[in-house]
């Protein structure tokens, strides 16, 4: 069972700081059920590779399942695992590399929360659910993932498929954000666990998962497998999970826009607001465009409606809404040519993800208001340095224009989900350090009725890349 970790930072030798294992040293470690080597293939400045190789003794392992009273068989002794990446990964990430997995460095404590170029490598990992679940668990995470089928025997063909993949994990990022996700993700795609399981099993979920999991679009079918399937487990795992965007059903998310739209409607806002956003994408000359927080289409069937754009996108962290744009848009019915112009994805805006690269604009049409500021520096790095297309269209409330809604009281917020809505004052300065932090340049602009001294109901900063 192999594990490599490489990076390019430089020096590339700090990686050997960051995980407390001198480069210039094999090191070896005995657990349960075997040994675990650590060397460094290659540790220049250039470049730097730690190796993580297991041996596991199956006399060992079954010797730490006794006392259940299992009725042992041969396949307790042959099979898979000393070969591929499981569980039994997890246990050594944790305890050869412990002090990296907690987010500490010793003698380099900056390091720790340094975002380095970092490529990691599994040379055998089996994926209960193939491919696409390999991707749709390790893709919103902000990995570029390589994945080759291995074969059950290359001499043999005709024995099918494996369920065994060689993984190459690439991304920018901390060093315990990796093992983090290694450590949950691995025994999830293997779908088993080699220990006997406990109620504490939940904690090390929640622990190991804090920074990531209440945000990932497949949390629940991360936190089934995690916990195998015990449904109390995962019920109180998920219910611990800290508030996030909101994942509401439709009904709901339908209740809020119409309470919204009711406070705008005498002035037409909602209409005037996707015209300017389409125009604008218009003069952008792009073609590749993202809707960020689609909710159930609206700005999608504008797009759909330019032959400008020959590819268009949709990104919801709500299965309903999506399942409703999807409703709405017919996409079902939709001529050939039509239906392969758009695509719906379910994901996190405050989530690195690698499908969202490369496009020429995206669109956040009232999205920001709806996240609280921590989550809100995550989508500022998620769209402008990650996915970084060459122009972004943020729309907004003006908090200054709320006094001219007839009925409206003081201080009161058009949208009870509303985190915040910003005075111009407030927008101009968020759009100016975006633009500066991220290489941009940004024009705003106001949509709807302009008031002398209230200004326009909307705000709206377009950016381009520099």
């Known amino acids: 069972m192999l594990l490599t970790i490489s990076t390019t930072h430089r020096p590339a030798t700090d990686l050997g700081y960051l995980l407390h294992k001198n480069p210039a040293r094999a090191q070896r470690f005995d657990l349960t059920f075997g040994r675990a080597h650590v060397v460094y293939p290659e540790a220049t400045a250039e470049v730097c590779t730690a190796a993580l190789l297991l041996e596991v003794d199956p006399v060992q392992l079954v010797r730490g399942r006794g006392g259940r009273g299992e009725r042992f068989t041969i396949d307790h002794y042959v099979n898979d695992r000393p070969y591929v990446a499981s569980s039994l990964l997890s246990v050594a990430i944790s305890q050869v590399f412990g002090t990296a997995l907690s987010g500490r460095c010793r003698d380099k404590p900056e390091l720790a929360e340094t975002t380095l170029p970092l490529v990691a490598r599994l040379a055998a990992l089996r994926c209960r659910g193939g491919e696409a679940l390999l991707r749709g668990l390790l893709e919103p995470l902000g990995y570029m993932v390589e994945a080759a089928r291995l074969p059950l025997d290359a001499r043999f063909p005709e024995w099918g498929e494996s369920p065994y993949f060689a993984v190459t994990l ?6 315990v ?20 399981f406990g109620d504490d099993e939940v904690e090390k ?10 945000r990932h679009p497949r949390r629940e079918e991360i936190a089934q497998r995690y916990l195998r399937y015990r449904a109390p487990l995962t019920r109180a795992a998920l219910a611990r999970l800290p508030a996030d965007e909101a994942v509401e059903d439709e009904e709901e998310a339908a209740d809020k826009t119409a309470a919204e739209e009711l406070v705008e409607q005498p002035l037409r ?3 005037q607001r996707l015209l300017a956003v389409v125009a604008a994408l218009v003069q952008s000359g792009a073609q590749r465009v993202l809707d960020l927080g689609c909710s159930t289409g609206n700005l999608l069937r504008k797009l759909l409606e330019e032959p400008q754009f020959s590819e268009i996108v949709g990104l919801d962290v709500s299965h309903r809404a999506l399942a409703a744009a999807e409703r709405r848009l017919k996409l079902d019915r ?6 392969q112009r758009i695509k719906l ?20 049409v009232e999205v920001i208001e709806h996240l609280d500021p921590p989550r809100l520096r995550a989508l500022e790095r998620a769209v402008f340095e990650c996915a970084r297309p060459t122009t972004v269209v943020v729309t907004t409330p003006n908090r200054e224009y709320n006094v001219l809604f007839p009925g409206m009281p003081p201080g009161k917020l058009r949208h009870k989900d509303h985190r915040f809505e910003w005075t111009r004052d407030e927008f101009r300065s968020w759009s100016e350090r975006v633009a500066a932090q991220f290489g941009y340049g940004v024009q705003l602009s106001g949509i ?9 109901p909307t705000q709206m900063a377009t950016f381009t890349s520099t």
Do not use: F, I
């Not at 709807?448 to 326009?456: C, L, R, T």
């Open 448 to 456: 709807g009725p302009a008031d002398s001294h209230h200004g326009s």
């Open 345 to 364: 994805l379910h994901g996190s805006l405050t989530y690195r993800d690698r499908r969202l690269a490369g496009y020429d604009a995206a669109a956040l």
């Open 334 to 339: 939709l001529p050939a040519a039509k239906a």
């Open 170 to 175: 690439r991304a920018t990022a901390r060093l």
């Open 205 to 214: 979920l929640l622990r190991h998962g804090e920074e990531w999991l209440a």
């Open 177 to 196: 954000d990796l093992l983090s996700h290694l450590y949950v993700l691995v025994p999830v795609l293997d779908d088993d666990k080699h220990y006997w």
């Open 269 to 271: 806002l909602n209409e």
